[in-house]
């Protein structure tokens, strides 16, 4: 079962395989509302076997769900032009109807099919990231579905660098609707074992390609607006998009989930990329963050509370001494390492118990922008500036 050319962080996606059988829910007497059968299918990240590809592609022209890896995170996919089999994805996820999902391609042929009144800096943009890990919002045609856009006139597009959802999107032959693979306001996933932990008995297949290689999700920039606005940073840093738009900055509009306007802004929400237990985020010098985050974790210990701390290799090594469970991320000026394991991170503490996790926020050059977006989304406004 195990295949070789990739390695796997310990997902014991091997494990759990091997147990999979095929349950056909249309010959089965499983009554209605029965959970599915989650088929996990091993498959080579660099070189996936086309066996497999055929089989996914299959199940998603059958109108089923699939989870597979991209370069950022695990996406859940579904024909984008089935409208049912779009509408499945948001009742597995439980994601509200209003947070519209993003429509994953095979060749940038396809954007045509999917969107309208292209201007030609989508197709700079496109020629420039594509395959990878940048969304366009562009306006939407009407061959997708409404409920994909969550009603709106726009539809939001990529095409994915990952050989397997290249792979998968090409054999299905129909552009695929795939937000991340979690349960929403869950973290988004990075390795199988977290998507079969959220949806396993919700979806019917798991493609397990190992971990995703980038490990926050891709960057989504709005070209119906002018000039474009950068919706939520991801895995193509801002700066490499200022080579095209100079003047293109990241303005944050987090609003908290339960106002009013929380319906309008998709994707803006707090609380959006979250652990189960609190987390407060320390900003600041990197020397002024870590000793305020000491203080908290020492003051939380005291009150017996269970504590874990999210940080870099650096701090994690300088914490060796309090009792606190610590996820070492990376080296601080590894951002791109410290992407790859902060939403595992995060993960790894909530199974840990943790009351409370205390997290450091890193440099916003690069990744770190992205990183630092989900921190401020987990940390639902919890932040402690111990300044400069
Ligand atoms: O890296 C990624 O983008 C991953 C992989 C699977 O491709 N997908 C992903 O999807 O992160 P999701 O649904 O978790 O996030 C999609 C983001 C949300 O913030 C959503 O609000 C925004 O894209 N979005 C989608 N369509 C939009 C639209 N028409 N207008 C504005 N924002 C849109
Ligand atoms: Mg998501």
Known sequence: MPKSGHKRLRSGADVWAIGATHVDRAMSNLPKNHPLHTIVLPVDAMHPEPATIAQAAAALRRGELVAFPTETVYGLGANALDATAVARIFAAKQRPAADPLIVHLSTPAQLAQVAAEIPPLAHTLAAAFWP????????????????????????????????VALALCAAAGVPIAAPSANMFTRPSPT???????DLNGRIDMLLDGGPTPIGVESTVLDLTRDPPELLRPGGVPIEELRRFLPALTFTPRYIDTEAPEAQAAPGMLLKHYSPRAELRL??????RALARLRAEALAALAAGQRVGVLAPDEDAAALEDIAAHIVPLGPESNLEQIAQHIFAGMRALDAQGVDLILARGVSAAGLGLAIGDRLVRAAEGAIIDAGE
């Open 132 to 163: 990878g890990p940048l969304t366009l919002v562009l306006r939407r045609q009407a061959i997708i579905p409404a409920n994909v856009s969550a009603g709106r006139d726009t539809v939001a597009v990529r095409l994915p660098a990952h050989p």
């Open 191 to 197: 390795q199988a074992a977290h998507v079969f932990e």
């Open 282 to 287: 320390f900003v600041g010098t990197p020397e």
